[in-house]
């Protein structure tokens, strides 16, 4: 058994987490911090866990909750993590960093789109935590930078067909929509009832904070520098993230080609389910699941592949992508303690 602490639990993704782990066989979870609920147990901040956690929210120290635990999941905001991660390893704790704070390989890119870094110097260990593209670096990994929701839907879309050079890597097109945990627990006018219910938008249009995390991801997989145009939209519901991707194909691809391609870059990626040409994913047969069901179209009167991705982001998109990286921190099977976890309407 390891034993665990979730640093900022009073947060959705915090929430999802304590879902996961109570439920976890190899995990015993000991302690939640949380400043703004210091002192409250964690059944006050959340009621669901009434009588199946009996934690309080305490408002440890970094190094006093490294040493307390084996493992420390940080779901802080930006800024906060890269502050608090640099004690927590020096504390002996193995960390997953839900925030975007050690996304990205380059401090500069991470400066120009969220702010300077302070902790520069780890961005060189912390490996990028989608299993499909690097479960043998996280496998050796003490620093995991959680992979953010949009783009892990929508590297997981077309990674195989940047890889292969199936598409045209100048033009890819990303569409996603998400639902309103999204944006996280915080109180914020865009995201009220009222300004949400019965209404569809596209917010953040071509400035995005996830665009840079996916373009480094597959500028990585095609071995050169890739640029993409990439719109996220807000849809009325709680959870579930649907991303759409456009790319041109290059000369000769066949739809053959397409599923050959799919089915060997994911034959041993055991949350990734493959709908195949013509069936399309949605939301509801994620939710609460750390699967990303992949579909798509190969639309022949211009040459084109749409792919279409859901997951939920709550889970596949945060929390249960966390999970699943320290499985492979510690040396436990992939799957362990998110299999479970199928939702069913």
């Known amino acids: ?20 782990l109570l439920k976890h066989p190899k995990v015993d979870l000991v302690a939640l911090s949380s400043r703004q609920f210091a002192g409250v147990p964690i059944s006050e901040v959340f009621p669901a866990l009434r009588g199946v956690c009996p934690l309080v929210c305490t408002e440890f120290s970094e190094v006093e909750l490294a040493k307390a ?27 997953v960093d839900l925030s975007a704070d050690f ?40 620093l995991v930078g959680n992979p953010g929701c949009y783009p892990t839907s ?14 045209d890597l100048d033009s890819i097109i990303a569409d996603s929509k998400s639902g309103v945990s999204g944006a996280g627990r915080g ?59 456009y790319g041109n194909l290059t000369d000769g691809v066949s739809p053959r080609m397409i599923v050959e391609i799919f089915n060997e870059f994911y034959k041993d990626a055991p949350f990734v389910r493959i709908l195949g ?6 939301t509801l047969y994620v939710r609460g699941t750390n699967y990303c069901d992949i579909g798509w179209k190969i639309d022949e009167r211009v040459n084109r592949i749409i792919v279409v991705a859901a997951i939920d982001n709550l889970t596949r998109g945060a929390s249960g992508q966390a999970v699943c990286n320290m499985n492979l921190m ?4 992939e799957t362990l303690g998110l299999l479970r976890s199928v939702w069913q309407p």
């Not at 999941?73 to 704790?93: D, E, I, R, W």
């Not at 995390?213 to 640029?227: F, V």
């Not at 040409?277 to 949605?282: A, E, Q, T």
């Open 187 to 245: 109180l914020s006018l865009a995201t009220h009832f009222c300004e949400v219910n019965e209404g569809f938008r596209a917010y953040k249009v071509a400035e995005h904070r996830h665009t840079p995390e996916m373009e480094q991801e597959l500028s990585i997989l095609a071995g050169r520098e890739i640029k993409i145009s990439f719109t996220p939209h807000l849809v009325p519901m709680t959870r579930g993230i649907l991303s759409t991707i």
């Open 69 to 95: 635990v084996d493992m420390v999941f940080a779901a802080l905001p930006h800024q906060a993590s890269m502050n608090a991660v640099p004690l927590l390893l020096k504390g002996g704790a193995k960390v």
């Open 154 to 167: 929508v590297i997981l879309a077309i990674a195989p067909l940047v890889k292969e050079r199936a598409i």
């Open 103 to 142: 996304r990205f390989r380059n401090a500069r890119v991470y400066s120009d789109w969220y702010q300077p870094h302070t902790a520069p110097e780890l961005l060189r260990e912390a490996v990028y935590g989608l299993p499909e593209l690097h479960k043998d670096e996280i496998k050796e990994a003490k």
């Open 1 to 20: 058994m390891i034993r665990a602490a979730i640093h900022g639990a009073s947060g959705y993704t915090g929430f999802e987490l304590i879902r996961l």
């Open 330 to 333: 510690f040396d436990f099977p």
């Open 277 to 282: 040409d013509g069936v399309f994913p949605n």
